[in-house]
């Protein structure tokens, strides 16, 4: 078996105590940065593709959405190739299942757990796209909210914020059916009730538990109906500028659901209406700047340095599933004049 985790102490104590329990030879991966690459993939191919001469029989992965997302490429493909890049740029498609995936999550916001994609840049075009089939889905996900205590107040806050994004964006996207919103209210409601709380004490048992339970409902939602335009614009800002994933969707929520409103997108009313702001989208927008406040995130991408010179790369790499999933068409005009404001 091969344990794939983070870097932090927690993780490694978890992989040595299920090595143990399950009474099997254990080799470690932990070599992953919190915004992995294509490289990560083949490095983590490379080490499996040695330690099968020795019989990987099934890879766990022990992290937050980075570890998991590599280590779900990494075991549908290191049985068939030694690189993934040819499968980043979809110049080829995963055709059957790997090595067998088991995802334990340690923070709450992802859903890396249970989805088919796996999200990565490639370091010299900077393009951040997805892996994805059907045949990535881990076999097991174990979300035990307990690995999720020792996350640092930041990340809580990232992840956290990431999983709003997602259920607000899974909730309001053109594919979204009455249950996948059912799905995306559940967690909604649990993340905006908890998240400031498991912020402010990370020890707060109630508070985690509740967290690691909205982001699973909101990962069951979004998993089926995608997202929307703050994804869309998320992953080339994010991998222009260095900015962490959870930390980009959170400075663009709130401009993306005012751009959303003016150019029409009513179901966000509803979405107002239903979590208890009585359809008025300004309170909504207005609670989740407090949010954003609180957890001191910035209001705007100005600080990483996102300029004119960025537009045509934002551009041309934000047509994405998400972006096409918003519930209102955003023209290269609406796109641009909404980057000119977030400088
Ligand atoms: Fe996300």
């Known amino acids: 078996m091969v344990l794939v985790g983070g870097h932090s102490a927690r993780s490694r104590e978890v992989c040595t105590e299920l090595g143990e329990k399950l009474g099997c030879e254990v080799e470690f991966f932990h070599a992953i940065d919190p915004e992995p690459e294509v490289r990560h993939v083949n490095d983590l191919i490379a080490f499996l593709r040695r330690e099968t001469k020795s019989q990987v029989d099934c890879v766990v992965a022990v992290g937050g959405g980075s570890v998991i997302d590599v280590a779900k490429a990494a075991a549908a493909l290191a049985p068939v190739t030694d690189k993934a890049d040819d499968f980043f740029f979809g110049r080829r498609a995963i055709e059957r299942r790997g090595i067998p995936l088991v995802a334990l999550p340690t923070t709450a916001g992802t859903g890396a757990e249970i989805t088919k994609n796996s999200v990565l840049i490639e370091r010299a075009s900077k393009i951040k796209q997805s892996i994805r089939s059907i045949h990535m889905i881990a076999g097991a996900a174990v979300c035990d909210a307990e690995l999720t205590y020792c996350m640092p107040a930041h990340l809580t806050a990232h992840s956290g914020m990431d999983a709003l994004t997602q259920g607000i964006e899974a909730f309001c996207s053109r594919s979204a059916t009455d249950t996948t919103r059912s799905f995306a209210l559940n967690g909604i409601r649990l993340i905006m009730q908890y998240l400031p709380r498991a912020f402010a004490d990370g020890a707060d048992r109630e508070a985690r538990n509740g967290m690691c339970e909205g982001s699973l409902w ?83 991408v100005a600080p990483f340095g996102l300029n004119r010179e960025h537009f045509e790369f934002v551009l041309k790499h934000c047509r994405s599933s998400s972006m096409r999933n918003n519930p209102v068409e955003l023209s290269d005009d609406d796109i641009l004049n909404f980057l000119e404001k977030l400088c």
């Open 218 to 300: 909101v990962a069951l939602s979004f998993s089926q109906s995608s997202l929307g335009a703050v994804h869309g614009l998320a992953h080339p800002i994010g991998s222009l500028l260095g900015i962490a994933h959870g930390l980009c969707c959170a400075i663009l929520l709130p401009h993306v659901l005012e751009l959303n409103i003016r150019l029409g997108a009513q179901i966000i009313e509803t979405l107002a209406e239903a979590i208890g702001f009585h359809g008025k989208v300004s309170d909504l927008i207005r609670e989740i700047r407090t949010f954003n406040r609180q957890f001191g995130i910035p209001e705007n």
